[in-house]
């Protein structure tokens, strides 16, 4: 039976992937900790402490910071054996979410011991909060290579109007911009009494008219006189 609390076959392959394409490392949230075995964290530590550095993770540089401790990983050969176990990269964050889940039952098994031995109201507290907090880890989604390429030719290919984000209510601006797009930050300056309110409502008048929401923060006038303005 698998003990569910330990995938040492999922740590031994990611650490292979890893071996075999170093910049794979650089999309992993993974932390040394997360890893069940010792001697998977220290290798896994000393890769990262390579990509710290700026240099590339691979056989030679992991060897090179491990040491004198590459003997107490188990040697150059299960490195080497780590490597060449590996037949594909393509499934490495599949064993990441592996690893994370052995680490969550691992913490919550010993979260849940702790209040068995000394049990309280607040541990009970304590234990549901920890258990929460545990179900966040590793659950953000990693984006990839691949997802943004996936993204940029989604875009390419989907039919669009004469603009693609939201109408700024100006067509000039319009034709630089094609509309506010998501996950933009627009930063409108310039010298006092130069019309910045008054261009920034406009706006967000254009975007209401056309069936969305705007949200007005203002630190500088009261609600009654922006709405005067507007």
């Known amino acids: 039976m698998q003990n569910i609390l330990q995938n040492v076959e999922a740590e031994q392959a990611l650490l292979g992937c890893i071996l075999v394409e170093g910049d794979l490392i650089k999309e992993l949230s993974l932390q040394p900790e997360h890893f069940s075995e010792t001697r998977h964290q220290v290798i896994f530590k000393a890769m990262r402490e390579v990509q710290r550095l700026g240099k590339s993770v691979d056989m030679v540089t992991t060897v090179t910071k491990l040491g004198d401790s590459v003997e107490q990983v188990g040697g150059l050969q299960y490195l080497t054996d780590l490597g060449s176990a590996v037949a594909s990269t393509a499934n490495f964050l599949a064993y990441q979410t592996l690893i994370y889940d052995a680490y969550r039952l691992r913490e919550m098994k010993k979260n849940a011991i702790e209040f068995a031995n000394t049990p309280t109201d607040d541990g009970i507290t304590e234990l549901y909060k920890r258990a929460m907090e545990l179900q966040e880890i590793g659950i953000e989604k990693t984006r990839t290579k691949q997802d943004v390429l996936m993204e940029i ?40 009494s130069m019309g910045k309110t008054a261009f920034a409502l406009h706006m967000g008048k254009s975007n209401c008219e056309k069936g969305g929401v705007t949200d007005i923060f203002s630190l500088e006038m009261p609600d009654k006189q922006l709405t005067h303005r507007l």
């Open 153 to 192: 030719y989604n875009d390419m290919h989907e039919e669009k109007e004469d603009i693609t984000g939201i109408n700024t209510g100006l067509i000039d601006l319009n034709a630089m911009t094609g509309g506010w797009q998501n996950d933009d930050l627009i930063v409108l300056a310039a010298r006092p």
